[in-house]
């Protein structure tokens, strides 16, 4: 089991300590009931039907996005909880539709592609044309000279894989020798992509701009995420021609048919919508509290998510984490001392703009900001607390712990006072702030590759139980932090030299988030 460890600032070393102080026998009815509550009514898996099976992916800017809000505010009124959808900033208006993509020569098969977010749409009638790649040339004055070749085709833009099958399958089935010598190879055959691209002229990143201008009908790539079946799904960035992203199997298909000289040619129907500029909200669920109403708790997760596949775990169960500890408060704490809001944060996607507009937008709200409580990465149980640099985080946060069942904090490695997180969710906005704000960091269940960002990341990737818990310990801390006696300090520690610069770190500073956003140039 991981133990509850103190990092203490001078010197930063991590020492185990028990926590001794212990929870009021009001507090361990309240969690009691809580546990119960949790686990003999839970209304997760419901959350999780009706938002990723029934709304969908939730990319910024599109209908499917204001769909969830809406229904985030009708499911926390059914529960008697006030809620709103605040509009922080406009985004590219974007609603994706059907992509087919098939082979019609040499042979005639449907491959398994998709659009890229904001793809620019095909006609009804789509394109069909000759599939070409991107040379090996001497420089980018001969890459010059080619680029008229591109002229009425479809051009494959990304290296293809050595093998489908990832290291740990290798690691498990292959000889040593064989394993050694596939890395190698892959080693070796990265290197001479990306050298391939950058005598181009051009990076990967605008290499599609060039292909586009020169004529090309259609752009194919195939980003893959190192687990079977798994890819990156991100966005285009052409202004009318699609971007496919391609499976690992077919893309690599289509590559050799073209070194071959077999010519292939596909046909693509890519149907999308341009919406012009739309609004995007945060939704904000509120429990008034009824001594120090403006002191807040905050539970916080971003309600975007990429739109590969439904967002399941990327951030739908941080989403329905949150929004269950508050219905589980509403009926065994409806009124808090102080007052507790959720967070439900628009565009974390593309640089946590939700949540810096609540930050720049709420002074006051982050002035009075007791605890925050994020969670973003994953299905898993909950695994991680940091104290972001907060020096007397262990004070607090150690007694509120004490109140969670031990079945969960067994589980949980704490670091106090920790450094403070200048990015990768929504935390960090409030925690640049100087806000106590703290990332719920959960078990990874393969996250990175096979649902972080991909086409996997669907509702059956979700493990209920570790969600169930993660409700449970965001419910019994929300709680704790609202009865604690006295305000939580903001004092910041002493932080250590950066290891790999040698240099003094300091605090993050707040930053304004991108208020019209998704528009090409």
Do not use: C
Not at 74 to 96: H, L, Q
Not at 206 to 232: D, H, P, V, Y
Not at 366 to 394: H, I, K, M, P, W
Not at 442 to 463: F, P, Q, R
């Amino acid at each position: 089991m991981k133990k509850l460890n103190l990092l203490l600032a001078l010197p930063f070393f991590a020492i185990s300590l028990t926590i001794s102080a212990q929870p009021s026998d009001k507090a361990k009815e309240i969690a009691s009931q809580i546990v119960n509550e949790a686990n003999e009514n839970s209304q997760l898996e419901n959350l999780a039907h009706e938002l990723l099976d029934v709304i969908g992916p939730r990319l910024v800017g599109t209908p499917q996005m204001k769909k969830a809000n809406d229904w985030a505010v009708a499911k926390y009124n059914t529960w008697g909880i006030s809620a709103k959808n605040e509009e922080w900033g406009k985004w590219r208006g974007w609603e994706r539709g059907i992509t087919h993509v098939d082979l019609v020569s040499p042979r005639v098969v449907s491959l398994s592609g998709m659009q890229l977010a904001w793809s620019p749409s095909t006609d009804k009638k789509g394109i069909t044309s000759e599939v070409v790649l991107i040379p090996d040339v001497a420089d980018s004055l001969a890459f010059s000279k080619w680029l008229p070749n591109v002229k009425g085709k479809i051009v494959m833009v990304s290296m293809h894989q050595l093998t489908g099958r990832p290291d740990y399958n290798w690691e498990e089935f292959a000889t040593e020798a064989s394993f050694e010598k596939m890395k190698n190879e892959r080693d070796a055959h990265t290197k001479a992509w990306r050298e391939r691209i950058r005598k181009t002229g051009y990076s990967s990143r605008t290499i599609n701009a060039a292909l586009e201008k020169a004529g090309a009908i259609g752009i194919m790539q195939s980003r893959w995420s190192r687990a079977f079946g798994a890819n990156k799904i991100f966005s285009a960035n052409t202004k009318k021609i699609p971007v496919i992203d391609l499976s690992l199997e077919d893309y690599g298909m289509l590559y050799r048919m073209v070194e071959n000289g077999d010519k292939p040619i596909i046909k693509v129907i890519a149907e999308s919508k341009e919406l012009g500029t739309v609004p995007t909200f945060n939704t904000i669920a509120e429990i008034k509290g009824s001594e120090l109403p403006n002191e807040y708790v905050i539970l916080s997760a971003h309600f975007d998510s990429w739109d590969g596949a439904t967002g399941a775990t990327d951030n739908g169960t941080g989403t329905i984490t949150m929004m269950e500890a508050i219905r589980i408060l509403k009926k065994v704490y409806p009124n808090p001392k102080r007052t507790i809001l959720v967070g439900l944060w628009g565009s974390e996607e593309q640089g946590l703009n939700g949540s810096r507009a609540f930050v720049e937008d709420h002074p006051d709200i982050v002035e009075g900001v007791q605890a925050l409580f994020n969670q973003d990465n994953g299905t898993g149980r909950v695994v991680r607390l940091s104290g972001q640099g907060f020096l007397n985080a262990y004070d607090y946060l150690g007694k509120w712990l004490e109140a969670v069942p031990k079945e969960i904090t067994d589980e949980i490695e704490t670091t106090f006072p920790g450094v403070p997180g200048g990015g990768g969710s929504d935390y960090a906005s409030f925690v640049a702030a100087g806000a106590p704000a703290f990332s719920l960091s959960s078990l990874s269940w393969s996250y990175w590759n096979y649902t972080w960002h991909t086409n996997l990341d669907t509702y059956d990737k979700i493990v209920f139980d570790d969600v169930r818990n993660n409700a449970i310990l965001t419910a019994i801390l929300a709680y704790m932090a609202s009865e604690a006696p006295e305000k939580t300090s903001r004092t910041k520690s002493v932080l250590p030299l950066n290891s790999r610069t040698g240099e003094q770190r300091t605090w993050p500073t707040p930053r304004s988030p991108q208020r019209d956003g998704g528009k090409l140039d």
